[in-house]
């Protein structure tokens, strides 16, 4: 395997990890193509070692033998592993981003597949899940599950570094899916309710909230329950008393074609014309059905997904959206 070091210079490991510098003699500057991440962590980091572990599987990182992570090389990819490796040292462990330019046994090609067979292993489990929707075994609740599969597609597809033949077909039978529950008679209707049964209340819905869930939060605190209090839980563990709000079943939710911020405007009867412009946004950048042609809403849903990333805490991140909500808000004119 040959690398490239800080200078430019070619380094090579092919007997282990004993590098011995190389004379180059070239003209012209050689951009290396693949990105190898080693580290090492310390006995006791056993959370960093899964917050690295995630971390890789977001990026779409290729396990390379025992030397480390394999990325191919460009500015984002670099930027995700210099970003990690500095949190890898941070943690006391040792970490190195490397410019690899060849490996002696494995062709660019190998690679390139080998990335691509990790793809497609991603999209055949979406894929699953909108076929079950598609022969009428996930008809029930296809308005919430859709969105969310084409939310995982895109993050698959971000990630297909080479194209893989499958992301074809499960955009295809992804958007059949979408175009088969038009012709399904939905139900529209939300029953009101009185806002002063819903004061001083425990609001709950899932962990790691999206575009959805945090402009839904702003609207419960500014329009709805002022003393509002949120706290995350699964299904399963909803605490008795609280108001679920997003949750798979139960609640305040998507109903029909509308995401949960258009359901609580319809029940609460909110009717600020802001309210009305910032529903259609969140509605198209949840659902991501260009229902509105609202697009101002996407640039929040990828700011939510990085600070996903970045590790923030389900709190921190439901407060931070609730401010880029109230941004958003006053910015409507």
């Not at 609001?203 to 909230?209: A, C, G, H, I, Q």
């Not at 798979?248 to 509308?258: A, I, L, M, Q, S």
């Not at 600020?272 to 640039?299: C, N, S, T, W, Y």
Request: one cysteine or more; glycine letters at 8%.
């Amino acid at each position: 395997m040959s690398y490239l070091d800080g200078q430019g210079n070619c380094m090579d490991n092919r007997y282990g990890y004993n590098m011995q510098r190389m004379a180059v003699t070239r003209t012209q500057p050689v951009h290396s193509q693949w990105l190898l991440l080693t580290f090492s962590l310390t006995k006791k980091g056993a959370s960093l070692r899964v917050a690295v572990w995630r971390k890789l599987q977001i990026f779409g990182a290729l396990p390379f033998t025992n030397s480390g992570y394999l990325l191919p090389n460009t500015p984002q990819n670099q930027e995700r592993f210099e970003w990690l490796a500095k949190t890898i040292r941070t943690g006391k462990g040792e970490a190195s981003v490397v410019e690899v330019q060849s490996i002696d046994n494995m062709s660019k090609p190998q690679l390139m597949r080998k990335f691509s067979d990790a793809r497609r292993h991603d999209y055949d489990l979406v894929l699953n899940d909108i076929r079950e929707v598609l022969t009428g075994g996930g008809r029930r609740g296809a308005a919430t599950k859709l969105p969310r599969l084409r939310q995982k597609f895109q993050e698959i597809a971000s990630i297909d570094f080479f194209n893989s033949a499958m992301k074809a077909e499960v955009e295809r039978l992804l958007n059949k899916a979408y175009d088969s529950q038009k012709n399904v008679q939905t139900y529209s209707g939300v029953t009101k309710v009185s806002r002063k049964d819903y004061q001083h209340r425990t609001w709950v819905t899932r962990s790691r909230p999206g575009v959805d869930r945090v402009t839904s939060a702003w609207l419960i605190r500014t329009f709805i329950d002022h003393k509002a209090k949120f706290i995350f839980a699964s299904q399963d563990k909803v605490p008795i008393g609280a108001v679920p709000y997003d949750m798979y079943e139960g609640g305040f939710g998507h109903v029909g074609e509308d995401c949960t911020f258009e359901t609580l405007t319809k029940a609460f009867d909110i009717r600020d014309k802001r309210v009305a412009v910032l529903a259609q946004i969140v509605h198209d950048a949840d659902l991501f059905d260009d229902k509105f042609g609202r697009k101002e809403g996407l640039g929040i849903d990828e700011v939510m997904k990085g600070w996903a990333r970045q590790g923030l805490s389900d709190r921190e991140l439901l407060e931070r959206g609730i401010q880029v909500a109230e941004g958003l808000f006053q910015s409507i004119g």
